[in-house]
Nanobody, 111 residues
Framework: QAQLAESGGGSVQPGGSLRLSCTAS????????MHWYRQAAGNQRELVAS???????NYDDSVKGRFTISRDNDKNTIFLEMNSLKSEDTAIYYC?????WGQGIQVTVSS
């Protein structure tokens, strides 16, 4: 049974930074495209960033230049480095691949 576990969320002031991690068990992330999604209160879940097995990345326009997705295959973990955070980045962030989702982790950006 595959599991994805997010960590690293929390509260930060506008302009601050956070680094999310997603560690997989039961699957080898090296084989899959990995994604970060987010869902703000009252909104639909949206795709934030993706990374392919080859390391090609893709970002939603709202986070380009501020967020960086990366992977460490040896640790079976992906990361989302979030800089210059804005209040509109406040959401629950989810790790996802194929049919598996993490439980989600809260990110709050507020002064």
């Amino acid at each position: 049974q595959a599991q994805l576990a997010e960590s690293g969320g929390g509260s930060v002031q506008p302009g601050g930074s956070l680094r999310l991690s997603c560690t997989a068990s039961g699957i080898n992330i090296e084989l899959f495209v990995m994604h970060w999604y987010r869902q703000a209160a009252g909104n639909q879940r949206e795709l934030v960033a993706s990374i392919t097995p080859a390391g090609t990345t893709n970002y939603d326009d709202s986070v380009k230049g501020r967020f960086t997705i990366s992977r460490d295959n040896d640790k079976n973990t992906i990361f989302l480095e979030m800089n210059s955070l804005k209040s509109e980045d406040t959401a629950i962030y989810y790790c996802h691949t194929v049919r598996w989702w993490g439980q989600g982790i809260q990110v709050t950006v507020s002064s």
